[in-house]
């Protein structure tokens, strides 16, 4: 089965400062990445993600980078701010097993004002 | 609401006490997926469906574990004899189209604590 590897553990920075998460899949059937945010006590919530047919993909301070040959994906967070402060999950997903998403153990990231 | 509902938020059972979680889906979503999240831990997949057929059930732990979707919404997640190891946060999600490659809205989760 897919088995998804993520790093760092836990990331600190100032604020104003980028962050970048890394994730490792195993599975090349995956085709659907997603990363999801989670702050304490809460639901995950979908931040970004990216399709196995494009590279890159951008959303305001948040992009994802993907390489399929290497088999793994980045999230970068530029212009940190306090309430980016949460655990990031990514995810991958292979579409034609039914949708069932492999998760990352998590990054706790938190950003210093 | 139009966001993923799950019940109850909290749940404290002894240790082999049968429990009943309870998830009820965005209208309209077909797909629906339990996961459990171990404290520190990401999601780990439990039970897919679509619509109400059961489709993928590999990541159930034991036959203490049994799911159903009878009329292809509200889901309900039933722990039989729970051990302490059972304890985690159980999440719901579900999304529009059957399969996978689509944003899962999750719901805030029953967290379980088995004493």
């Known amino acids: 089965g897919e088995n998804v590897e993520q790093h760092p553990s836990t990331l600190s920075v100032q604020e104003g400062d980028s962050a970048v998460i890394k994730c490792t899949y195993s599975?090349?059937?995956?085709?659907?990445f997603p990363w999801y945010k989670q702050e304490l006590g809460k639901r995950p919530q979908l931040i970004i993600d990216?399709?196995?047919?494009?590279g890159e993909k951008k959303d305001q301070r948040i992009a994802v980078t993907l390489n399929k040959t290497a088999k793994h994906f980045s999230l970068h967070i530029t212009e940190t701010q306090p309430e980016d402060s949460a655990v990031y999950f990514c995810?991958?997903?292979?579409?034609?097993?039914?949708?069932?998403?492999?998760f990352g153990d998590g990054t706790t990231l938190t950003v210093k004002p | 609401g139009a966001g993923v509902s799950q019940s109850p938020r909290y749940k404290v059972a002894k240790r082999g006490q049968d429990v009943a979680l309870r998830c009820d889906p965005i209208?309209?979503?077909?797909?629906l997926f339990w996961y459990q999240q171990a404290l520190g831990q990401g999601p780990e997949f439990l039970t897919y469906?679509?619509?109400?057929?059961?489709?993928?059930k590999s990541g159930l732990p034991s036959d203490r574990f049994f799911a159903e979707r009878p009329e292809g919404s509200v889901s309900t997640l039933k722990i039989q004899r729970t051990q302490q190891e059972d304890s985690a946060v159980y999440l719901c999600?579900?999304?529009?189209?059957?399969?996978?490659?689509?944003?899962?809205?999750f719901g805030s989760g029953t967290q379980l604590s088995v004493l």
């Open positions: 999600a579900s999304s529009y189209r059957p399969g996978g490659g689509e944003k899962l809205f």
């Open positions: 599975d090349s059937a995956s085709n659907y």
């Open positions: 990216i399709r196995s047919n494009v």
């Open positions: 995810a991958a997903t292979d579409g034609a097993n039914a949708g069932k998403s492999t």
């Open positions: 209208s309209g979503h077909v797909s």
């Open positions: 469906f679509q619509n109400e057929a059961q489709l993928d």
